[in-house]
């Protein structure tokens, strides 16, 4: 997912564009909140106008979309705010039908947006990775983040979906008014949120309002954190995160990278041994 450091774009201020894309249906409009110029994958805020109607049918990539605001119908059912799906490549999804019109996250992950209309499943598709749940009702809150070292407290995460081999992640995270951490992270992924409510800052970025989206490159410091208000966000991570935290602002993402590998070295010697010696071959 090699698409380049943005932080942060304010969606709120720019207009939608017709969504006009062979294959697709008319009435849905996009923002492109990331791009990968090399794959065509992409992060988009969509907007689908009251009537909107898409046969049935499956995308070449894996496919994410959260319903930010109105009701949707696919197949059988009714969503509503909150609804999150991963779609599995070659997963044959319902018709789907908007009376009053939605506004969604729709992801991309592995190649552009596609649509082929069928109400049959791709022989090949990974029926086992496809997720419908309602983030807002239906996953716990968990009061720390991620492995250790843990974030400050007023911190909670919700796993949506996860990637049992790469360990990608999809998940809200929220921060209660008055949310602070003092020290600076950076992890060994690439990190991506929209912020469907509220504020969060950071010394380098300055403030993340509602409609706040980034897409921040493994190594990159950010933090310290404030959250005036509290804040609610969609985030993605694309590998397994572990929180590097330290205090110095000046450091560069090929400094914090060699360091992560001087603290796995402390970890797993063998392992970083394996992955800095050439020529194996497997
Ligand atoms: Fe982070």
Same mark, same amino acid.
């Given at each position: 997912?090699?698409?380049?450091?943005?932080? &942060? $774009?304010?969606? @709120?201020? %720019? /207009?939608?564009?017709?969504?006009?894309?062979? /294959?697709? &249906?008319?009435?849905?409009? $996009?923002?492109? +909140?990331? +791009? %990968?110029? %090399?794959?065509?994958? #992409?992060?988009?805020?969509?907007?689908? /106008?009251?009537?909107?109607?898409?046969? &049935?049918?499956?995308? $070449?990539?894996?496919?994410? @979309?959260?319903v930010l605001e109105g009701r949707v119908q696919v197949g059988e059912h009714t969503y509503g705010r909150g609804q999150y799906f991963f779609i599995p490549a070659g997963i044959s999804m319902g018709a789907m039908h908007s009376a009053d019109g939605f506004e969604a996250l729709v992801f991309y992950n592995d190649g552009p947006p596609s649509h082929v209309e069928s109400d049959q499943h791709h022989e090949l598709a990974l029926h086992e990775a496809f997720v419908s749940t309602n983030a807002y009702l239906d996953a716990p809150w968990l009061g720390t983040a991620r492995r250790n070292p843990g974030v400050a407290s007023g911190f909670a995460v919700k796993s949506l979906r996860m990637n049992p081999a790469s360990k990608a992640n999809?998940? @809200?995270?929220?921060?209660? &008014?008055?949310?602070?951490? %003092?020290?600076?992270?950076?992890?060994? #992924?690439?990190?991506?949120?929209?912020?469907?409510?509220? /504020?969060?800052?950071m010394m380098q970025f300055g403030e993340l309002p509602t409609g706040g989206y980034f897409w921040?490159?493994?190594?990159?410091?950010?933090?310290?954190?404030?959250?005036?208000?509290?804040?609610?966000? +969609?985030?993605?991570?694309?590998?397994? +995160?572990?929180? $590097?935290f330290h205090y110095n602002p000046w450091t560069t993402p090929d400094e914090n990278a060699r360091r992560a590998a001087s603290m796995l070295y402390k970890e797993k010697p063998n392992l970083v041994e394996w992955t800095t010696r050439g020529g194996h071959n497997h």
């Open positions: 997912m090699a698409r380049p450091h943005i932080e &942060p $774009y304010v969606e @709120l201020n %720019d /207009d939608y564009q017709p969504f006009t894309l062979r /294959d697709f &249906p008319q009435g849905a409009h $996009y923002k492109v +909140l990331s +791009l %990968d110029e %090399d794959t065509g994958a #992409c992060s988009l805020k969509m907007r689908f /106008d009251a009537g909107y109607s898409r046969p &049935p049918g499956m995308s $070449y990539s894996d496919a994410e @979309l959260f999809t998940f @809200l995270y929220a921060a209660i &008014p008055e949310f602070m951490q %003092d020290n600076i992270s950076y992890h060994d #992924c690439a990190e991506e949120a929209y912020h469907i409510h509220g /504020d969060c800052s921040r490159p493994a190594y990159i410091n950010h933090g310290c954190f404030w959250s005036k208000h509290g804040c609610i966000a +969609l985030a993605r991570i694309d590998g397994e +995160l572990y929180n $590097y």
